[in-house]
C-alpha cells in the first residue's frame, strides 16, 4: 500500500508577489507614504530657498532720490504746461483727493473736477521739503511747502501759501504716479492784542 504523498503548503498569493498588501481602497500601502512626504517637503523647502534668494531689498536711498525727482518735474510742468496738464500726466489711473469727494470721483475725472481749466494769471509753485518711501519700495510721500499766486485784472496779486503732501505709488512700469495730493493753507497770523485799558476806566 503506498504511502499518500504529504501535501506542501501552498505559498502564499503575497509572499509570490500576486496581490499587494491590504490597504484601504485607493491608498498606497503605509510604507510608500513616508519617501513621498519626504519629496513633498523637499520640494517645497527648495522653493522657499528660491523665492528667498530671488527677493531683493530696495535702495531706499535710491527710491527716495527717484520721488523727491518727480515732484521737481511734477512741479516744473504745472509752470511750462498748466497745472491742469501736470496734475493729468502724473496722476495715477485710481487718483483720489480728500477734497474733492474719492468715493464720487476717482481717475482722471477726479483730476478734471478738482483742478478744472487753466484759469488766467494763476500759478502754482511748490517744493518738497520731506521724503521717504516704504521697505517694499512701492509707495513714497513728499510734503513741503507750496505758494499760489493770482495776478487779478487789475495787476494786483494774490499771494496764498501753505503745505502740501503728495502720495506716490510705483507703478508696474517702474514709473511714479500720484495717488493722492493735498494741501493745507497756512493760518492767518493772530490778531495783535488790545492794549489793556487802565484800571478805574
Given at each position: 500500500m503506498r504511502k499518500p504523498r504529504p501535501i506542501r503548503p501552498a505559498v502564499s498569493a503575497v509572499r509570490r508577489g500576486v496581490l499587494a498588501p491590504r490597504t484601504a481602497r485607493g491608498q498606497p500601502p503605509a510604507n510608500m507614504k513616508f519617501p513621498t512626504l519626504l519629496l513633498a517637503s523637499a520640494l517645497i523647502s527648495a522653493a522657499l530657498s528660491t523665492v528667498a534668494l530671488a527677493r531683493v531689498e530696495p535702495d531706499k536711498d535710491k527710491l527716495k532720490a527717484e520721488v523727491a525727482a518727480v515732484e521737481d518735474a511734477f512741479c516744473s510742468m504745472a509752470k511750462t504746461q498748466g497745472l491742469l496738464a501736470a496734475f493729468q500726466h502724473f496722476a495715477a489711473p485710481d487718483v483720489a483727493f480728500i477734497d474733492t469727494d474719492p468715493r464720487k470721483w476717482r481717475g482722471p475725472a477726479a483730476v478734471l473736477e478738482r483742478i478744472g481749466p487753466d484759469q488766467p494769471g494763476l500759478s502754482l509753485t511748490w517744493t518738497a521739503t520731506f521724503t521717504d518711501v516704504s521697505d517694499d519700495g512701492t509707495l513714497g510721500y513728499?510734503?513741503?511747502?507750496y505758494e499760489s499766486k493770482l495776478t487779478k485784472p487789475d495787476g494786483t496779486v494774490g499771494v496764498h501759501t501753505g503745505w502740501f503732501?503728495?502720495?506716490?505709488?510705483?507703478?508696474?512700469?517702474?514709473?511714479?504716479?500720484?495717488?493722492?495730493?493735498?494741501?493745507?493753507?497756512?493760518?492767518?497770523?493772530?490778531?495783535?492784542?488790545?492794549?489793556?485799558?487802565?484800571?478805574?476806566?
Open positions: 513728499n510734503y513741503g511747502r503732501l503728495t502720495i506716490w505709488k510705483r507703478q508696474p512700469d517702474g514709473s511714479w504716479k500720484y495717488v493722492m495730493d493735498n494741501g493745507a493753507p497756512d493760518r492767518p497770523a493772530p490778531k495783535p492784542a488790545k492794549p489793556a485799558k487802565p484800571a478805574g476806566n
